[in-house]
C-alpha cells in the first residue's frame, strides 16, 4: 500500500503534503488495502463518533442477549460497515476493537459462559493486518458466545422439563390441580410453558 498526499510546488507545503501521504497510508493500512490512497479520498470520509460505536456495539448485545444469531451476523456487518466507512487512524482503531472486545468479555462474565478457544479471551490488535483479520476474530469469538448461549439455554430448558415432570407426578391425582398451576410453580406463561413441551 501507499498513500500520496496533496500535490504541491512549494517545498514549504511538502511536510503539510508528507504528513498527508501518512495519514492516507495509515488508514490504507487498517482497511488492508494494497494499494495507493489518496489524502483527498481520506479527507472525504467523517470520522467515527464514540456515539455511533456505542449504538452499533449495542445492537450486537442486544442480538446476543435475545438469542437472534441472523441479527447478530448483521449487527456484526452493520459494526464493521461503520468502521470501514469512515476514517480511522490505527490508533483509533485499536481503540475502538479492544472497547468492542471489553464488552464482549463483560457479556461472557455477566452470562458466565465460558469460551472453548481461550485464545479469543485475550485482543492484541497489533496482530492484525486490517479490519478484516480483526472482523473475523470478533465473527468467531461472537460465534463461541452464541454456542455457549445455545449450550445454556438447552440446559435450561432440560431442567424445566425435568421440574414439570415432578410437579406433574406430584399433583396428576389432584382434580383441582391446573396448567396455570404447574406455569406458577415454573414461572412460566402459558404460552411458554406450550413451546417448553413441544421442545422437550
Do not use: W
Not at 482503531?93 to 472453548?116: G, N, P, T, V
Not at 431442567?159 to 398451576?181: C, N, T
Amino acid at each position: 500500500a501507499a498513500g500520496c498526499g496533496h500535490i504541491t510546488d512549494s517545498l514549504a507545503d511538502l511536510p503539510g503534503s508528507f504528513e498527508g501521504a501518512r495519514n492516507a497510508l495509515d488508514y490504507s493500512r487498517v482497511l488492508g488495502l494494497s494499494q495507493i490512497v489518496f489524502i483527498d479520498q481520506v479527507r472525504n470520509k467523517k470520522t467515527i463518533s464514540p456515539e455511533g460505536f456505542t449504538l452499533y456495539s449495542g445492537r450486537i448485545l442486544d442480538q446476543l442477549k435475545a438469542g437472534c444469531e441472523r441479527q447478530t451476523r448483521e449487527a456484526v456487518d452493520e459494526m464493521f460497515s461503520y468502521l470501514e466507512n469512515h476514517y480511522l487512524t490505527m490508533n483509533e482503531a485499536a481503540y475502538y476493537l479492544i472497547r468492542l472486545h471489553s464488552i464482549l468479555l463483560y457479556f461472557l462474565q455477566e452470562m458466565d459462559l465460558s469460551l472453548e478457544n481461550e485464545s479469543l479471551l485475550s485482543y492484541q490488535p497489533d496482530c492484525f493486518h486490517s479490519l478484516r483479520d480483526a472482523r473475523n476474530f470478533f465473527e468467531r469469538m461472537i460465534g463461541e458466545l452464541e454456542r455457549g448461549i445455545r449450550k445454556r439455554r438447552h440446559e435450561m430448558m432440560l431442567s424445566r422439563v425435568e421440574k414439570a415432570k415432578k410437579i406433574i407426578a406430584q399433583e396428576y391425582a389432584d382434580p383441582g390441580f391446573s396448567l396455570g398451576q404447574m406455569c406458577n410453580k415454573l414461572f412460566l406463561s402459558t404460552s411458554q410453558f406450550s413451546v417448553l413441551f413441544k421442545e422437550g
